[in-house]
């Protein structure tokens, strides 16, 4: 389906024309309609499937055909990160060129000015504010800001706000909105924690699901079955055999992350970090290091694994298996992007296997398992289905022989002297 097919105001339909947006992505024929016909949507598709204009889209032409009724707020679309504020007010730019819609974006890492800024510009009143929960609600505390002019309230990465623990948060603001407004709730998956907040706060929704998509064929996928002790020296194998330029290396939790890229500096590696820890200002410069190359390895959390456009990454390591299969995919969604060939790598631990099974089943295939080399010593069997159970050091018998989507048996994992 083409853009200019749909019911779009002929400012919305220059600016398409002028940026050269031609045909539909499945999302976006799946909800716009929906969204200009003034239903509230629940809408659940994968990063870098075209959310963001499946909304922008609709909600600029409504917003440019009806007369605003005051000087207050009239749309608030609610992001997890900064970094995600930003890129969207950008795209916002872009999509309103041709319109008088004025747009502000909130978010938190900012200096006093930057917050005097913010604070009086939502004062002022913006037809569109992208913002972050807690920084929009800290401005709310303040008072002075009324919320009674909004007619579109947005969710956008919902699934990784909850994640992020910002439930409540959204559930105060949302206390402040009309009642009667057009309520839009965009996912990547949809848990039951997204199902009870789509109940609290939506109206007769109309669901557009699409299917998550299977990793490219350009993507080179294994795993490597291992000890948690041991994932820092088969990491540092894999740079030293030449997987070190361009990678991001995925961990659990922040208190990891920080761990990771100390012990990879000491070991004399450029490693960088991104995390929710940091700044806005140390994001920023995190981001441009590893973006300029002046860092060849970022460790970070899930922060980076959606709505980040990076196209030339090499490799993705996922040092700890992700909580879910659509994370898998949306980290090793990192590499092999604009055409590019890319290296998916996921370590293994005992206590992770089950969870790696369950992503296998998802994918349809069994992921290619690189061998460990001697020098790190036993490790233990794969066993995907065993829920109970101690695991004995194998040497032979840890890993599967099946065939994989793209190969027989096993890649060789050579060893290299450490770096120092």
Known sequence: MRFDEF?????????LDEMNFTDCTPIQEGAIGHILDGNDVIAVAQTGTGKTAAYLLPVLSLLGDIPRRGDGIRCIVMVPTHELAKQIDSRLAGFSYYT??????????SDGVEFARQQRGLRMGADIVTATPG???????????KLDDV??????????????????????IVRQLPTKRQTLLFSATMPSKIQKLASSILCNPVEVKIAVSRPTDKIAQSAVVCYEKQKFDILCNYFNQGFNERVIVFASSKLKVKELSNQL???????????????????EDAMFKFSSGKTSI???TDIVARGIDIDDIKMVVNYDVPLE???????????????????????????????????????GYEVTKDEVPQ?????????????????????????????????NGKKKFYHHPKKN
């Open 375 to 407: 020098e790190f010593g036993e490790v233990p069997p794969y066993r995907p289905n065993a829920v109970k159970g101690k695991y004995r050091g194998n040497r032979n018998g840890g890993f599967n022989r099946n065939k994989s989507r793209s190969q």
């Open 100 to 109: 008088d819609i004025s747009s502000l974006a909130i978010h938190g890492g």
């Open 298 to 300: 970022l460790i970070a």
């Open 265 to 283: 500096r000491n070991r004399g590696w450029k490693a960088g970090e991104m995390h929710s820890d940091l700044d806005q200002v140390k994001r």
């Open 325 to 363: 299969a659509e994370d898998y995919i949306h980290r090793i969604g990192r590499t092999a992007r604009a055409n590019n060939d890319g290296k998916a790598v996921t370590f293994i631990s005992e206590k992770d296997q089950v969870r790696f099974g369950r992503i296998e089943r998802f994918l």
């Open 151 to 172: 007619e579109f309230f947005i969710l956008d990465e919902a699934d990784r706000m909850l994640d992020m623990g910002f439930f409540e948060d959204i559930m105060q």
């Open 7 to 15: 019911d779009f105001n002929d400012d919305i339909l220059d600016a």
């Open 135 to 145: 920084r929009l609600l800290a401005h709310l505390k303040m008072g002075k800001i």
